[in-house]
């Protein structure tokens, strides 16, 4: 899939002489990061004309952390690059009907039961990790009973 996004990128301005725009930039940085291809990512980012958008820089970050490319990270970090902070809301409405919200987002610690909260998405991360491979395995496993031969 890489290859053939770098073939038709690089067809666009050898064969069909189209200049690449920022958004073609940012779906080739994009496609290199989720591949894990971060120092090609990098590199190709820096040869988009300006400076490249936040959003692709976020992008990077991002993959960043999910190839564990700490240096790379930490790179972008001192240069003050930050993922956006998600917020989420919760009703903690009562039996009676009352609704009651809180709002809160990554790494906030304010609410009072902050550290049994975050005890318990640990807990419920494990167990979809859990589910996860479980079901990679089971669907390993029907894959495999399916794929032999009878004789």
Not at 20 to 35: E, I, K, T
Request: proline residues 4%; negative net charge; contains cysteine.
């Amino acid at each position: 899939m890489v290859e053939m996004g770098r073939h038709l990128f690089h067809s666009m301005v050898k064969d069909y002489h189209i200049e690449p725009s920022p958004q073609h930039y940012s779906s080739m940085v994009d496609m290199l990061g989720r591949a894990g291809k971060l120092e090609e990512a990098e590199e190709l980012m820096s040869q988009i004309p300006g400076q490249p958008g936040f959003l692709l820089l976020q992008s990077l970050l991002g993959a960043c952390r999910i190839h564990g490319n700490v240096e790379m990270e930490k790179g972008m970090r001192d240069k003050g690059v930050r993922k956006e902070v998600g917020y989420s809301w919760v009703d903690t409405g009562d039996a009676d009907g009352s609704l009651y919200l809180h709002g809160f987002s990554s790494g906030d610690t304010s609410h009072p039961e902050s550290g049994k909260i975050c005890r318990m998405a640990k807990c419920l991360g494990l167990e979809m990790k859990i589910l996860r491979e479980n079901m990679w395995e089971t669907k390993s496993l029907k894959m495999d009973s399916f794929s032999r031969p009878s004789l």
